[in-house]
């Protein structure tokens, strides 16, 4: 029985924040997880990256896929202009 490869993503966008997560996963990643990073800010040859990360619904980073899926940890929604002026934001 062969066992099943794992593809983790991780979109970072070169922050401590994301660098910490990579750290983390490259640290848990065992010989069939297959791990690519993508920053952001850099983009990619082909724009792969940021092609995936919209549809894998990545609005904030760092940010993890497995298989294709977005990690339940890692769902936030996008910035959102109701929620900022309900917060008092633009007012005076």
Not at 27 to 37: F, I, K
Not at 49 to 55: F, H, M, V, W, Y
Request: aromatic share 4%.
């Amino acid at each position: 029985m062969t066992a099943e490869r794992r593809r983790v993503e991780v979109f970072t966008a070169g922050c401590p924040l994301c660098e910490d997560a990579v750290r983390l996963v490259t640290s848990l990643a065992c010989p069939r997880c297959e791990v690519q990073v993508y920053d952001l800010r850099e983009g990619c040859a082909t724009n792969e990256c940021r092609e995936k990360a919209a549809r894998y619904g990545v609005t904030a980073v760092p940010a993890v896929a497995v298989n294709g899926t977005l990690l339940d940890c890692c769902r936030r929604g996008p910035i959102d202009a109701s929620m900022l002026l309900a917060a008092g934001v633009g007012q005076v």
